[in-house]
């Protein structure tokens, strides 16, 4: 194996420990770099960049490798959290980890790492790439570990960021890199997996939107024009959410109580024009299953939109692959899905995704929903 010089992201979590650990025992030059992309609120409890600043560097004296402390604060306003504004006020819901990956993770950061003579960057994502033989074109592939793969984020990658990575944990189960840790004594071994928004951390999510979305408070209403109360703020809400509504079971006027009074309630529309908030109970309510999907701001692996046919798709993480029809119209810019079976709470701003196999070929971001007999009925209203 060639020797090479190699600068991995250095997160402070166990993962990216783990992949500067394996490359250096391959032999390879291994430089960390941190990447510190928040400090509106450094001293808050939830901002846990310092902490995870001093588990990095204690990785990297334990492994005997060289680490640099490097601040993107400005890119990640500009390039991340500014879209992820913009496109909860319009009422969408997006993925910054998405964004994240593709502005920072894998152009501010890889542009820095090759001023820094790095050959390689690697990170502790779940996933993995590979050289197709034939086409010569670089392909990401989900992780081994299903439960942890993480291609949905890297989904937006293009041929000259992959032909750049490395993601040597995406070869392995999380009960291995554990181990791993834990064997080499690493003082993160134990540390649990960050949950939280892309560098922002773990924090009470509605507090945080409101120092910088403005709050139009408006009507609940359900599928019948039933008012159940009142939202705070049509950003605050996410299709298919359950929790935080503040409202109960609804009985019409002398009808006897049945098992359907309480039910849950999902959010299952927002009307922008009017402010209205519409949810339905149920789990499996028609409003809350779409048959078919529109997607923009597309980005193609393979540099250009896959064949015709019947693909693997994911509209959310963590979600089963779905089978997804895409027709010969699909450009570098928009695709249509149609899906043979419903698929529950697909949301505007999410991202859709496609695989073929264990290969991701790319996606978009969700920008309209088709459903069945809820289109009709939610126009009607």
Not at 126 to 146: I, S, W
Request: charged share 25%; glycine share 10%.
């Amino acid at each position: 194996m060639v020797k090479q010089r190699i600068v991995v992201g250095l997160s402070g979590g166990v993962d990216s420990a783990v992949t500067a650990y394996l490359l250096k025992k391959q032999g390879h030059e291994v430089v960390g770099i941190f990447m510190k992309n928040w400090e509106d609120d450094d001293d808050s409890e939830y901002c846990s960049s310092n902490i995870d600043f001093v588990d990095a560097a204690a990785v990297a004296d334990v492994i005997g490798i060289e680490i640099e402390h490097v601040n993107f604060a400005a890119d990640y306003k500009d390039r991340v959290f500014a879209e992820f504004l913009r496109e909860y006020q319009a009422g969408r819901t997006p993925n910054p980890d998405v964004l994240c990956n593709a502005e920072i993770k894998f152009k501010a950061f890889l542009d820095h790492a090759m001023r820094l003579g790095a050959e390689k960057i690697a990170t502790g994502h779940y996933a993995r790439v590979r050289q197709n033989p034939e086409t010569r074109l670089f392909e990401l592939l989900k992780g081994l570990d299903p439960a942890k793969d993480q291609s949905y984020f890297l989904h937006r990658l293009n041929q000259a960021q992959l032909s750049k990575a490395m993601f040597p944990v995406g070869e392995l189960q999380k009960t291995e890199v554990r181990r791993i840790a834990e064997e080499i004594g690493l003082p993160n071994a134990k540390k649990k997996d960050s949950t939280g928004i892309c560098f922002i951390g773990e924090r009470p999510f509605r507090d945080f939107l409101n120092r910088y979305i403005s709050k139009e408070p408006g009507l609940i209403l359900d599928d019948r024009n039933r008012k159940l109360g009142k939202h705070v703020g049509l950003s605050f809400y996410t299709l298919g959410q359950r929790s935080g509504l503040g409202i109960g079971g609804v009985k019409e006027k002398g009808a006897a109580r049945g098992a359907g009074d309480h039910a849950p309630w999902f959010v299952a529309r927002k009307d922008l024009e009017k402010n209205i908030l519409r949810v339905v109970q149920g789990h499996d309510h028609p409003w809350l299953l779409s048959h078919a999907l529109d997607a923009d701001n597309t980005s193609w692996i393979a540099g250009h939109p896959p064949a015709a046919g019947t693909y693997g798709s994911k509209t959310r993480y963590r979600q089963p692959d779905s089978p997804a029809i895409i027709g010969a119209d699909a450009t570098n810019s928009l695709f249509h899905l149609d899906f043979p079976e419903a698929q529950w709470a697909v949301t505007p701003g999410q991202s859709a995704v496609l695989y073929d196999g264990e290969v991701c070929l790319g996606g978009g971001i969700i920008a309209q929903v088709g459903t069945e007999a809820g289109v009709a009925h939610a126009a009607a209203l």
